[in-house]
């Protein structure tokens, strides 16, 4: 849609913990409307034989990304809750179903590799490893601090046993120079017994899971070339829609270039319908 601001090398994305069962409609949109390549982990085999191995610019790895050791997955009854840690059932059983999905069915060795270990370069970095988030960062930091955007999931309160809360896992990326832009999806559940609308998975206000959006801060950007200004204009608009600061980029990436992108822009965006997510 913005075909005027073209990326000078692919966008490269990394997505740990690829199974596929959970959409990830702002990967798939980004990787069909630019030049993109993505590589993937997903160490439940099972789940690995289901993701799309047919693209040359999708490279899928059937092992987990964590600190370098054997570790062992915990398959859960409901697949995408399967985790290198265990769930927390004092936690978690006062939610609606939970006390079934959460149930270990199988234990798997698998073998781990370090994200400082990867060669590839990584622009746009995605984490869902159900409470394993932050053995990630800590193993990954070299790598991580060069990406630039972060999507992570977490939670206020661990739905694992060991896992760090949401604010201690952000505290982590601040060290490595990312701000908090936004959340990506903001889950809640309600306490049993109450049901909301008639839906047991339906919350009011409680706060059980975050898909967090990090981008480095402004003054940073501010230093970017404009290939990595680019690349991270693409990613904001088409995996997040964040067109204010879509806009803020443009304006930027056109003082460095001497064009006149913004008018284009705007263009654009005055046909689009903009929805506030909270």
């Given at each position: 849609m913005i075909n005027f601001i073209k990326s000078e090398t692919p966008i490269q994305i990394c997505d740990i913990g690829a199974s596929p069962i959970d959409k990830t409609d702002f990967i798939d949109e980004l990787f069909i409307n630019t030049n993109s390549k993505l590589i993937g982990f997903e160490p439940n085999n099972d789940e690995f034989q289901k993701l799309d191995k047919n693209n040359p610019k999708k490279k899928y790895y059937n092992f987990g990304i964590g600190d370098g050791t054997e570790k062992t997955l915990n398959v859960c009854k409901a697949v995408g809750?399967?985790?290198f840690l265990k769930p927390d059932l004092d936690y978690l059983k006062n939610f609606h179903g939970f006390e079934?999905?959460?149930k270990i069915i199988n234990k798997i060795k698998v073998k781990t590799k370090k994200l400082t270990d990867i060669k590839d370069k990584?622009?746009?970095?995605?984490i869902d490893v159900q409470g394993y988030e932050s053995e990630i960062i800590n193993n990954g930091g070299d790598k991580?601090?060069?990406c630039l955007v972060v999507q992570l999931e977490t939670s206020p309160t661990p739905l694992y046993k060991d896992e760090?809360?949401?604010?201690s896992t952000i505290i982590q990326l601040e060290k490595l120079g990312f701000s908090l832009h936004m959340f990506n999806r903001v889950n809640t559940r309600s306490f049993k017994p109450t049901v909301i609308s008639k839906n047991p998975y339906m919350g009011l206000h409680h706060l059980f899971q975050l898909d967090c959006v990090l981008i480095k801060?402004?003054?940073m950007i501010e230093s970017y070339n404009t290939n990595n200004l680019k690349k991270l204009i693409l990613i904001?608009?088409?995996s997040f829609k964040s067109y204010d600061l879509v806009d803020y980029l443009v304006r930027l990436l056109d003082k460095k270039t001497n064009e006149k992108n913004i008018d284009k822009f705007r263009k654009i965006l005055s046909?689009?319908?903009?929805e506030k997510k909270y």
């Open positions: 809750m399967s985790s079934e999905w959460s990584i622009d746009f970095l995605k991580i601090k060069n760090k809360t949401f604010a801060n402004l003054k904001l608009f088409h046909k689009i319908k903009k």
